[in-house]
């Protein structure tokens, strides 16, 4: 029953085109599923030219006493369909945000993806240990530059041009007078000739030297230069520094063994080998049977050494030392091939800096 009394027919055709308007606008909004839908909705009835709107413009040809009730319908069917339209907006937003939620669901158990993160190439690692050594000797460490003169890398170390002692060391010359070093001693000169003694430093770094390439043999090497100056220093200080890095780095029952040995710049010289730390001195693979592993080479500074750095020899005396780093590590990680030190393979690398 409707609950006005319509007289006329068109009041009476108008209230049921309302009725079927309603019907049909609530059903077609509960079926809108977004908010382009939704808004498609509001302007097909709601809109300038939507179906409501046009409604209420038809008024015009009804009666006049029925014109306030019938706008008054209209009226209730637009504050409906407002309502409506709020509501089903909201309930959109709510169902939408829920499904956003669960497609961008987060699983917090998951285990983190942690980048990798590169490590210490097995040099470094020993280097790193041989400088805590001598650093906590009270050792400074220097750098030195790879291209040197034949001055530094030889001259002042006590070898001539033309000094049989050149043919041990077989040189990449850049220059006339200009080389790749082949041994850090280069570095001894150039710390005499800056620093006054007391002087304690170690020099670590590459040098080069045209060897054929094989499992013992590089062109690229690395040294790490040793130098004490002092008022007094003895034949017996070299031996108690050497032997204390020797016992820290092979272990305490380790045995120190002094060869004489000939080098330029130093007088006396040794060679040292400590007892293999694989077999124990019985021999093995590591120590090529012998039990004993050559790791450095060392003597007192060359008195024509220190006058030529401008160290009276009277009042100073010194030693020095170079120790072959690659061999320190072949032996300590038992590494048969020195190439495996230069071809930088992932899967070797990865073995270390544990
Ligand atoms: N420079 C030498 C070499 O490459 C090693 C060496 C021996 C360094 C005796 C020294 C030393 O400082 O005193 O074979």
Request: one cysteine or more; aromatic letters at 8%; charged letters at 30%.
């Amino acid at each position: 029953m409707s609950p006005f009394p319509l007289h006329k027919k068109e009041g009476k055709e108008m209230q049921e085109k309302l009725q079927a308007l309603k019907v049909q606008a609530l059903a077609e909004l509960e079926a809108v599923q977004t908010p382009q839908e939704l808004e498609e909705f509001r302007v097909r009835y709601m809109g300038k030219k939507g179906s409501l709107t046009e409604l209420l413009r038809g008024m015009g040809s009804l009666p006049a006493e029925e014109r306030p009730k019938m706008g008054q319908l209209v009226n209730e069917l637009r504050q409906l369909l407002d309502g409506a339209l709020t509501e089903r907006a909201g309930a959109l937003q709510k169902s939408l945000q829920e499904q956003k939620l669960k497609e961008e669901k987060l699983d917090v158990t998951m285990p983190g993806k942690t980048k990798p993160i590169g490590g210490l190439h097995p040099l470094n690692v020993v280097l790193n240990d041989v400088i805590d050594i001598f650093q906590s000797m009270g050792f400074d460490v220097v750098d030195g530059p790879e291209v040197e003169t034949d001055h530094y890398n030889f001259e002042a170390l006590n070898v001539p041009q033309d000094h049989p002692a050149r043919d041990m060391q077989d040189t990449f010359y850049l220059a006339e007078n200009l080389l790749l070093r082949t041994q850090t001693s280069a570095a001894q000169i150039r710390t005499m000739e800056q620093r006054k003694p007391p002087i304690r430093i170690i020099c670590p770094g590459r040098v080069f030297r045209a060897d054929e390439v094989d499992a013992t043999h590089s062109p690229v090497f690395h040294q790490i230069e040793g130098l004490v100056v002092d008022k007094g220093v003895t034949m017996c200080d070299l031996k108690g520094v050497l032997e204390q890095f020797a016992h820290e780095i092979y272990g305490p029952d380790t045995k120190v063994k002094f060869r004489p040995s000939f080098f330029p710049f130093t007088e006396p010289s040794v060679e040292v080998d400590v007892s293999c730390s694989e077999c124990g001195g019985k021999g093995c693979r590591v120590c090529k049977d012998s039990g004993w592993i050559e790791i450095l080479g060392a003597g007192m500074v060359h008195p024509r050494v220190l006058s030529g750095c401008g160290i009276d020899p009277e009042e100073y005396s010194g030693f020095a030392f170079g120790i072959g780093l690659d061999r320190l590590t072949t032996t300590r990680y038992k590494i048969s091939d020195i190439r495996l030190l230069f071809e930088n393979d992932l899967r070797f690398l990865e073995q270390f800096d544990k």
